[in-house]
């Protein structure tokens, strides 16, 4: 099993550099009347937010199991993912547009540009702090997959909003960085507009390729299909097991559910079968602690 990466980390790492970052924005905002550097501000501060309700959705998720949800609350944090995506979409998102298209067409001179552009610089370095806490965390997880190819199998939606906002983040300080730059050089606001119009329609990407990824969740995926293999391959390698017919999983938060259908070496007493059975089933509790609910069918057919 890959070691297991730790999201309250790469939150904490994101909280903290959003935070600083959103008021040295929203500062340097008012000072230069810089509608890309508003847009930044209002994402770093949704971003804060993002993060706060990450941590509540991970605290919610450990809930122990109760009669009304025997399966526990572990999937709850993919609705606090959802509702992140959400956020970015319309608070980062949408905001950023309506307020480059509102610069676009009143156009309004940047003021102290050097002090935006010290800004901007701080909050760069400051979000690579970040984005490196953050892929720290998936390099432990990666198993040798590109990152787009992990974006697309990873079943933490904790660590892929994290992700993708830091990504955000850093690729819309750059744009903020040269919109800003450029009006400064050219002293044409033009450039601030459609710099903020950029940061939004990338916010509003990045929130549609979480939100597709998160949904997939909620509805209901398997562990990883790695994860899977190992799974199969660990039973059909015990002697107590003839045959592996199905396993079937569901990711649960960080908890899986796991049902097995398999062919017992013995069949012939059923004592001794029920014992092999509970043997293998701690086994693979030891292998993947992560499993939480275990069922397991012995049969002679598929």
């Not at 199991?65 to 609350?73: E, I």
């Not at 400051?126 to 697309?152: P, Q, T, Y």
């Not at 994860?227 to 396993?247: I, K, P, S, T």
């Not at 017992?264 to 701690?282: F, G, H, K, P």
Request: with cysteine; charged share 15%; hydrophobic share 50%.
């Amino acid at each position: 099993m890959s070691q297991n990466a730790d999201s309250v980390k790469s939150i904490l790492y994101a909280l903290g550099a959003n935070f600083s970052i959103a008021i040295a924005k929203l500062v340097a905002a008012v000072i230069t009347s810089s509608g890309a550097m508003l847009a930044e501000a209002i994402h770093s501060l949704a971003d804060t937010g993002n993060q706060l309700l990450l941590l509540l959705g991970l605290r919610h998720s450990k809930r122990p199991p109760t009669a009304d949800y025997p399966l526990g609350y572990g999937k709850s944090i993919y609705f606090w993912s959802f509702l992140v995506a959400l956020m970015l979409f319309s608070i980062g998102g949408l905001f950023s547009v309506y307020e480059g298209t509102h610069k676009l067409l009143h156009p309004e001179q940047v003021n102290s540009p050097m002090i935006a552009i010290g800004v901007l610089l701080f909050a760069i370095v400051a979000e690579g702090i970040s984005m490196w806490g953050c892929l720290n965390e998936v390099a432990k997880v990666r198993n040798g997959r590109s990152l787009i190819r992990w974006f697309r199998e990873s079943r933490q939606s904790e660590l892929l909003v994290i992700f993708g906002e830091d990504l955000a983040a850093l690729l819309g300080l750059i744009l903020a960085l040269l919109a800003i730059s450029l009006s400064y050089v050219t002293g044409n606001p033009i450039y601030d507009a459609c710099g903020t119009i950029a940061i939004g329609v990338l916010l509003i990407v990045v929130a549609v390729f979480i939100g597709i990824e998160v949904k997939a969740l909620l509805i209901g995926q398997g562990v990883e299909q790695h994860v899977h293999q190992q799974m199969v391959g660990f039973l059909a390698g015990r002697d107590e097991v003839a045959e592996v017919f199905n396993l079937l999983s569901m990711q649960l938060g960080d908890r899986v559910m796991v049902a097995v259908k398999a062919r017992m070496a013995e069949q012939s007493d059923a004592a001794r079968l029920v014992t092999d059975i509970n043997t293998v089933e701690a086994a693979f509790r030891v292998e993947f602690p992560a499993v939480m609910w275990l069922f397991f069918e012995p049969d002679n057919k598929r």
